[in-house]
């Protein structure tokens, strides 16, 4: 995998004309619920890298408009859009083998699609949590060494919800706690084991996108609405990110090869940051 001096990746907001976003030339990425929001702003990034992107995504219409876009900036064979339910196992690894024949190869593998419904619960640990685990692992039955393949990397999304949780959205927030220890425990894993494929998940605060206006709604807040004044409070005291700036963190865990089983936070009073753990006294 590559290991460029940081400075050399173009950021996520990309210097105007910036002629150095060669860092990704060649690789190929696929983003689940990169129709919109942060999945969106990393598949940017990545296209300005000039890596190959596989948008996989629910939303039909959307993902149409949002593969428009992108081919009209960065030309109409460098990426694909597949229509995809994550919880639907066979239509995943469907989405995973098209990207393969489409471009010939995996390298980065992004498991961001999420959703925030407290009413459907269950729906929330399906998308969140179990999604992200079938997502890793056909990530790695294209990438991991132990299948004769090159290697790559991964990145998982949770969210500052698992460092901060809040009382409106208690099964939200065990998800993304479940994204991390997966997570740590397959970057172990892999190391162990030899894969050749690093496993990272990145935690964002408040991010500007749809997911965050969810809060205001009954329909997917249920009776935890009533807590939305506390979130919304919050959410003034500790600031709101653009999505740009979360694709940065994506390309440096891409570009940094140093880093497994990394669990890197994005706020607004930080930044790019990671957590530490201490270690385990007897
Ligand atoms: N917006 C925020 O404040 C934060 C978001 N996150 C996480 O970031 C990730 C991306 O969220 P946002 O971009 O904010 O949300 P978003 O709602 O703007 O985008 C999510 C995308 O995922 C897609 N999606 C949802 N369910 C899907 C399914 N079953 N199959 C395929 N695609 C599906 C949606 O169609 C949408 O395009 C999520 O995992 C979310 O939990 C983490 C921390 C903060
Ligand atoms: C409406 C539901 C969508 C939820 C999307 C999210 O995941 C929102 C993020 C959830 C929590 C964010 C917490 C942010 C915390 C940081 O800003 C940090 O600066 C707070 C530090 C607090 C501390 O150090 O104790």
Same mark, same amino acid.
């Given at each position: 995998m590559l290991k460029l001096p940081w400075h050399m990746v173009l950021k996520a907001q990309g210097s105007a004309g910036d002629a150095s976003g060669m860092a990704l030339h060649g690789k190929v990425a696929l983003? *689940?619920? !990169?129709?919109?929001?942060?999945?969106?702003?990393?598949?940017?990034?990545?296209? /300005?890298?000039?890596? /190959?992107?596989?948008?996989?995504?629910?939303?039909?219409?959307?993902?149409? #408009?949002? =593969? +428009?876009?992108?081919?009209? &900036?960065? !030309?109409?064979?460098?990426c694909i859009f597949i229509q995809c339910d994550v919880t639907d196992r066979g239509k995943l690894q469907e989405a995973f083998q098209? *990207?393969?024949?489409?471009?010939?190869?995996?390298?980065?593998?992004?498991?961001?699609? !999420?959703?925030?419904?407290? +009413?459907?619960?269950? =729906?929330?640990?399906?998308?969140?949590?179990?999604?992200v685990i079938k997502g890793t692992y056909l990530a790695l039955d294209h990438m991991s060494k132990e299948y004769g393949k090159e290697g790559g990397v991964i990145i998982n999304v949770s969210s500052m919800a698992a460092f901060l949780h809040s009382p409106h959205q208690p099964v939200y927030t065990a998800t993304k706690h479940g994204v991390i220890g997966f997570?740590?425990? #397959?970057?172990?894993?892999?190391? &162990?084991?030899?894969?050749?494929?690093?496993?990272?998940?990145?935690?964002?605060?408040?991010?500007?996108?749809?997911?965050?206006?969810t809060v205001e709604h009954e329909e997917t807040m249920g009776k935890f609405v009533k807590f939305k004044d506390?979130? +919304?409070?919050?959410?003034? +005291?500790?600031?709101?990110? =653009?999505?740009?700036?979360?694709?940065?963190? #994506? #390309?440096?865990?891409?570009?940094?090869?140093?880093l497994n089983g990394a669990v890197m936070k994005i706020t607004c009073s930080k930044g790019i940051h990671f957590h530490t753990y201490e270690p385990l006294s007897a």
């Open positions: 983003v *689940t619920g !990169g129709a919109q929001g942060i999945g969106r702003a990393v598949a940017e990034t990545l296209l /300005k890298n000039e890596a /190959k992107v596989s948008l996989v995504d629910l939303n039909q219409s959307v993902g149409e #408009m949002c =593969k +428009k876009d992108l081919d009209q &900036q960065y !030309g109409e064979d460098n098209s *990207t393969v024949e489409r471009f010939g190869r995996l390298d980065i593998v992004i498991n961001n699609a !999420g959703i925030n419904n407290e +009413k459907n619960w269950e =729906k929330t640990i399906e998308v969140n949590l179990t999604s997570s740590r425990a #397959m970057a172990d894993a892999s190391e &162990q084991g030899q894969y050749g494929v690093r496993i990272n998940t990145l935690c964002p605060a408040f991010v500007d996108t749809q997911l965050l206006r506390e979130f +919304k409070e919050r959410m003034d +005291k500790f600031g709101v990110l =653009k999505p740009s700036l979360i694709a940065e963190g #994506m #390309m440096r865990i891409i570009t940094d090869e140093s």
